[in-house]
């Protein structure tokens, strides 16, 4: 039998949380006193922020090894967090607008919580694009390490935004201003989601490194007459 | 060794952009250039020249001020930030969160009859999330507070 990878029972385990999280947050807790059933988003939305800026703050801190090492271990690692990070925040927009609509009374405005985190997504998805045009894979990982942590720049900003500039978007909630009866799934719910983070980086770093194997392969040169071949001796794979 | 620096410098000098941008925005002071919305105070302080410009004006709704008119489309409010308050006529129909007390954020125009008029009708609600229960009674000081409508120092 197959031994699964430490990163898989990881990840089930993420999946296996999530169902009990939301199991509790949409049928045990209580709704809000004002909100009503619709607050039952923030045990996705909460995690999914925390997580997704989280996970960045990974692909920064992969992405300062890369450049510093050269180990193209780093670069996978990046490219797995950076990913990631996009379609956790595009997910996390997509929650926070469901959200919005019968809240605010509007799908979408441009507070800074809002822009900055629109921002986010689209700077790290550009990233990702930047990356797939360089050819040279030492070039690749330092011109994308380069962009990332200069990109990170916008991540505190989605965090302290909301504090330091006027906004639509409440301020972060605490244990004291959230019912205890709600933290829970909440807290479940993160752990869960920063599990599955894990499984999908660590598998997409292995497809990167993979990959970059790949490369580093010559391709086959052109087939030479049948005559000309020595049995025995494989074509152009010289240097794996 | 030189392949050692290049990449040590490379990380440096990505780093200082990434701190050097941080700090000029979170310290440099941007936030009085990029105004989210005026609090009643300063649009009632801006007199005149607020009229006719596209803006948003944020604070609590006045308890006691919600008035519906006949016509079953214009809401009339005040907007409140417990110094200074404004009249707000909205033709829009209201979140189900808006009520006395609840913070909003209204974009719109000033008229000079010092109505201002608003299709645009945000609800901009704190950071509590509680069960049912109790409800206690609304201190517009608290609210403004846990609504984080005051300003920061930074």
């Known amino acids: 039998m197959k031994r699964l990878r430490w990163d898989a029972i990881l990840g089930l385990l993420g999946v296996l949380l999530l169902l009990v999280g939301s199991y509790i947050g949409l049928f045990l807790a209580p709704p809000d006193r004002h909100m009503g059933e619709v607050q039952r988003l923030m045990y996705v939305h909460v995690p999914t922020a925390w997580i997704s800026m989280l996970v960045l ?34 997910l996390l927009t997509a929650q926070g607008m469901i959200w919005a609509k019968p809240t605010w009374g509007v799908w979408w405005d441009w507070d800074v919580r809002l822009t900055t985190t629109l921002i986010m997504v689209v700077l790290y998805a550009g990233i ?77 770093a292995r497809l990167e490194m993979a990959r970059r194997r790949g490369e580093s392969v010559a391709l086959p040169p052109k087939r030479a007459p049948r005559t000309a071949e020595i049995p025995g001796t494989p074509q152009g794979v010289d240097n794996v | 060794m030189s392949e050692r620096r290049r990449r040590v410098f490379i990380t440096l000098a990505a780093l200082l952009v990434s701190v050097g941008v941080l700090a000029y925005l979170g310290f440099g002071g941007i936030g009085e250039n990029l105004v989210y919305y005026w609090s009643p105070t300063e649009l009632k302080a801006s007199g005149d020249q607020a009229v006719g410009a596209n803006i948003r004006l944020g604070g609590l709704v006045e308890p006691g001020s919600i008035e519906r008119e006949q016509d079953g489309l214009t809401l009339r409010f005040a907007v409140t930030d417990g110094e200074a308050s404004v009249p707000v006529s909205a033709e829009t129909v209201p979140p189900a969160m808006f009520r006395e007390g609840i913070g909003v954020v209204v974009e719109g125009t000033m008229r000079s009859d010092g109505w201002f008029e608003t299709r645009r009708l945000m609800v901009k609600h704190d950071n509590e999330y509680q069960p049912p229960g109790e409800m206690q009674d609304l201190d517009i000081k608290e609210l403004m507070k846990s609504m984080q409508f005051e300003e920061s120092d930074t």
């Open chain 1, 128 to 204: 990702l694009v930047l990356r797939s045009f360089v050819d040279d894979p030492e070039r690749r990982a330092t011109w994308s390490a380069v962009a990332v942590i200069v990109g990170y720049v916008d991540v505190p900003l989605v965090y302290f935004c909301v504090r330091w500039w006027r906004s639509l978007h409440q301020i972060q909630s605490s244990p004291e201003t959230v019912a205890s009866s709600m933290v829970v799934p909440l807290r479940i719910n993160s752990f869960a989601i920063l599990f599955i983070a894990i499984w999908c980086i660590a598998q997409r």
């Open chain 1, 57 to 90: 703050t990974a692909a920064f801190v992969f992405a300062i090894a890369s450049i510093w090492t050269g180990k193209p271990k780093w670069d996978a690692a990046m490219t797995g967090a950076t990913e990631v990070g996009v379609v956790f925040g595009a």
